[in-house]
C-alpha cells in the first residue's frame, strides 16, 4: 500500500467545510480534462495510487487511463463501493430492469444474471451482495485495483447492525474474484476493528479521519490508538487537515508520527497544493524516521 494517496472528493464538489468551495470545484471539474490534469500533476508529484468512488463519472477517467497504459503505467486505482445515489439516478432515467443492464457486469453476464436471479428467489444475501460487487467493479476492467474498499455508510450500518459476516463476504469476494486486500472506510475506527478480528480478518486495510483535533474520531484520539494496540490495522488516515481547520503543516506533522498510520489520503485542485502536500509529507516522515 503506497504511502500517499489521492482522493477524489474535489472532482464531485464534496467539501465538508465549505458549500461555496464545493460549488467552485465542482464548476472547475466539469469537464474531464480539467480531471484529468489534476490527475496528471498528482502522477508526476510522484502519486500512484487514487482512491476513487464509484461515481459514474470514474468511468471516464478509467477510461482515458485505460486508452493511453503507457502514460499511466504504474497507476492504480482504490475503488471505493458503492455509490448509492448513481443507482438511484438510474431507476428514475432507465427504470428498473434498464439499471440491471446497465450495471450488470459484460463479462459472465449469463453467470451473473443466474446469480443474481437465485439470490432473489432464495433471498441468499451472498448471492446479491457479490453481483453488486461485481457491478460495481465493471468500470475498473483491466485496470490496477490492489484494494477495493466499502463506503463508510455501509461500513457503519452493518457495524450499527452488528451484522459481521458482511464483512467476510466482501472480504472473500474481493480476494478470490479480484485478487485483491478488501478494505473498509469507517467513522468508528475503534468498534470496526474487534467486530473484523471476530470474522478472522486481521491486520485489516481500514481508512478513517485521523487528525490532531479529534474531528469525527468517534471514541477521540485515544480510542483509536488504543484499539489499534489491541487490534493491529493498517491505517489510511483522511481528513488530516480536519476540512481545513488546522494548517498543513501543523497536521501533517502531527499524523506522520500516529504509529498505526500506514498511508495519508489526501484531495487537493491545484498542482501548487498537490506538490506543497506531498513536499510536507516526504519531510515529515524523514524527520521521523531520523528521530528514530
Not at 106 to 116: I, V
Not at 122 to 136: K, M, P, S, Y
Request: charged share 20%.
Amino acid at each position: 500500500m503506497d504511502r500517499i494517496l489521492f482522493g477524489d472528493n474535489q472532482f464531485f464538489g464534496i467539501n465538508h467545510m465549505s458549500e461555496d468551495k464545493a460549488r467552485q470545484q465542482m464548476m472547475q471539474f466539469a469537464e474531464l480534462p480539467a480531471i484529468l490534469e489534476t490527475l496528471v500533476a498528482a502522477r508526476d508529484a510522484g502519486i500512484n495510487a487514487f482512491m476513487c468512488t464509484t461515481h459514474d463519472r470514474i468511468s471516464e477517467i478509467a477510461d482515458a487511463v485505460r486508452a493511453a497504459p503507457q502514460e499511466w503505467p504504474d497507476f492504480q486505482f482504490y475503488p471505493c463501493m458503492p455509490y448509492a445515489h448513481k443507482y438511484a439516478n438510474a431507476v428514475t432515467d432507465l427504470g428498473y430492469l434498464g439499471t440491471v443492464r446497465k450495471f450488470l457486469p459484460s463479462q459472465g453476464l449469463f453467470d451473473s444474471a443466474l446469480r443474481g436471479g437465485k439470490a432473489l428467489m432464495t433471498r441468499d444475501v451472498e448471492g446479491i451482495a457479490t453481483l453488486l460487487i461485481d457491478a460495481e467493479m465493471k468500470p475498473f476492467h483491466g485496470l490496477k485495483t490492489p484494494i477495493v474498499f466499502v463506503q463508510n455508510v455501509i461500513t457503519d450500518m452493518l457495524l450499527g447492525l452488528g451484522y459481521a459476516d458482511a464483512f467476510k463476504i466482501f472480504a472473500d469476494h474481493i480476494r478470490t474474484r479480484y485478487d485483491a486486500e478488501p478494505g473498509f472506510i469507517t467513522m468508528n475506527l475503534p468498534m470496526l476493528l474487534p467486530m473484523l478480528a471476530s470474522v478472522g480478518i486481521h491486520n485489516p486495510i481500514v481508512c478513517a479521519n485521523v487528525n490532531k483535533s479529534g474531528f469525527r474520531m468517534s471514541g477521540g484520539i485515544e480510542a483509536y490508538r488504543e484499539a489499534t494496540e489491541r487490534w493491529p490495522a493498517r491505517v489510511i488516515a483522511m481528513s488530516v487537515l480536519a476540512s481545513g481547520a488546522i494548517p498543513a503543516a501543523e497536521a501533517i506533522e502531527w499524523v506522520v508520527k500516529e504509529p498505526y498510520v500506514r498511508s495519508i489520503l489526501f484531495g487537493a485542485s491545484s498542482e501548487r497544493n498537490i506538490r506543497n502536500t506531498v513536499g510536507l509529507i516526504e519531510r515529515f516522515d524523514a524527520m521521523d524516521m531520523m528521530a528514530a
